[in-house]
């Protein structure tokens, strides 16, 4: 699926977890927006990339056992969506854990794994996924 | 703005119509509509088509045109437009369709839906769907649509002490209307054990919280209310229309128990309407999965926040409960053809308005509402029809 700018034009935030931060108002966005949802003109200029620490804590999560093709070799995999220490909330799988074992609370830290291929041959693209941490 | 009246309706049995293309539904939904209407081809003004990505289906864009043509228009050149919201396409379309009659710009308007699935594969279906939520930040993720719904789901349990008991109320009311509807992709009640002991889409989501795959058309044929008593005796008034927007990707909403953008579509058809939500007898709601309906319940204010799963497993939306909710079957069981799911919700809203629903008729309807959702609720469209 797509072409290789597609993906690495969202490396930074995929791999590193750049967000931006409306100085503005204070608010905390991730993936980068141009313009803040809530200040609009008084945010332009005034949006700064920030990195997220990667630390959060599973807001919802469910099992996928229904697919598309470039995912069925992870199946059942667990999808979560995670709050963020600085507030944002991010989807991604949850890895290195029993779907049994998680639950709504569960402390994780984001870390860089393969999240597809272009075909068997193909790059390999990377980004966040989460897995628990010891609380 | 003139009013604007339904005078016409038409649909094709939803399900896997193997032996249809997508342009032979459109025709024979749009044909069933003008028939209906009592027109003839040449008394459309212009074509609204409602499709959510025939491109990916069937290989096809264009669409507005190829059903145009199909139809038998082309004599005139009449304008002919594809509207695309996701799965609240079929809705966008009849909204866009209403705005045109309304603003004086047409006098006859037809408006389709349409979409045909069934010719790609389950898995391609999924990936398909999954166009719908934000494709960089959600789907290249893993993320399906009914993954979306499913944390929905689980969070509502968390917050609320909901059940997959109460879930599972939806689709067995929806498999118990569908089974009296002849258009019904599954004429077939079942039991909540059936929900319950499904295989997982998307855990706590099985495979009956969820709506199939569907190929299906439906069209109505819109006019001003002023000359709509040429055409028809009993013309069903549109007198609220509302759509509203949010954010594509799920985690980025305000609060995902909330459909924020059903929120605001609801009260703006509702005040355009002077209308209350204790007015609407018979509803026709978004049930692309159990938790939507559920979810959708409590946005349009047929109950509070968090107290939508018991009203639904109490019986409160069956027919003869406290409002009729999906009498056609649903999503879940009338069939989900994405682009005709809007057009359709109109149509059996129509015909319990005329008193034409046979056995699942709600006694005395005169008013009624549809719910369209786009997405994991990025679009919502509202409309409030109502007997003349």
Known sequence: MGSIPRFWRENPSRY???????????????????????????????????????????????VVEDTPEEFAMLKPYVLAMVEMEEGVKITSQLIDVKPEDVHIGMKVEAVLRKLGTEGSSGIIHYGYKFRPVNE | MRDVAIIGIGDTVFGELWDSSLRKIGIEAGI???????????DVDALYVGNMSAG??????????????????TKNHIPATRVEAGGAS???????????????????????????MTDVGDDEITKIQAAAIDQEWESVFGATLPSLYAMIARRYMHEYGATREQFASVPVKNHANAAKNPKAQYRK????????????????LGMFDCSPNSDGAAAVVLAPMEIAKKYTDTPIKIS???????????????????????????????KQARREVKDIQVAEVNDNYSISEIIALEDIGFVEKGKGAEFSYSGQTMIGGKVAVNTSGGLKARGNPLGATGIAQAVEIVRQLRGEAGERQVDGATVGLTHNLGGSGSTALVHILEVA
């Open chain 2, 32 to 42: 069933a509509a003008i028939n209906d209407a009592g027109i003839s081809g040449d």
């Open chain 1, 16 to 62: 590193n977890l750049v967000g931006v931060k409306c100085n503005n108002c204070g608010r905390v966005f991730f993936p980068p927006r141009e313009i803040c949802p809530v200040c609009h003109r008084k945010s332009i200029g005034k949006m700064k990339p920030i990195h997220l620490s990667g630390k959060g804590s599973v807001y919802s999560y469910t």
């Open chain 2, 90 to 116: 079929g809705a966008l379309a009849l909204r866009e369709g209403y705005l045109s009659v309304a603003s004086g710009a047409y006098d006859i308007v037809v408006v389709g839906g349409a979409e045909k």
């Open chain 2, 240 to 270: 609220g229309s509302g759509q509203a927007s949010d954010t594509l990707a799920l985690h980025q909403r305000r609060d995902i128990l909330t459909m924020d953008a059903t929120v605001h579509a609801s009260r703006m058809a509702l």
């Open chain 2, 189 to 204: 009640a079942i039991k909540p054990e059936t929900v319950l002991n499904a295989s997982m889409v998307a855990d706590p």
């Open chain 2, 56 to 73: 990916k289906f069937i290989e096809q864009e264009h669409l507005a045109a190829l059903i145009a043509d199909y139809a038998g228009l």
